[in-house]
Nanobody, 114 residues
Framework: QVQLVESGGGLVQPGGSLRLSCAAS????????MGWYRQAPGKQREMVAT???????NYADSVKGRFTISRDNAKNTVYLQMIGLQPEDTAVYYC????????WGQGTQVTVSS
């Protein structure tokens, strides 16, 4: 069983920044992909960014150049640095770990509003 605990969400003004963290614990393989997804009210959950064990990254077009995903394999932790936040970035952000199965965190709310 794998547990994911997210932190770092909150309320920020347009143009502001936030850093999300997701710490994984439990029985994990040595190779797995971690990622961030988000779900806004009334919308489907969408991929924001993913990163493999080797460090290869993938971003949604809407966040390229503004968000940066990184990971610390020694700490089994993935981060999402978000700058230039806009109201359309408002959503619940979920961490996901993918290996033989997909595991999800509980989500952290990010609200961008003046």
């Amino acid at each position: 069983q794998v547990q994911l605990v997210e932190s770092g969400g909150g309320l920020v003004q347009p143009g502001g920044s936030l850093r999300l963290s997701c710490a994984a614990s439990g029985k994990m393989l040595s190779i797995y992909t971690m990622g961030w997804y988000r779900q806004a009210p009334g919308k489907q959950r969408e991929m924001v960014a993913t990163i493999t064990s080797g460090g290869a990254t993938n971003y949604a077009d809407s966040v390229k150049g503004r968000f940066t995903i990184s990971r610390d394999n020694a700490k089994n932790t993935v981060y999402l640095q978000m700058i230039g936040l806009q109201p359309e970035d408002t959503a619940v952000y979920y961490c996901r770990l993918s290996m033989n199965s997909n595991y999800w965190g509980q989500g952290t709310q990010v609200t961008v509003s003046s």
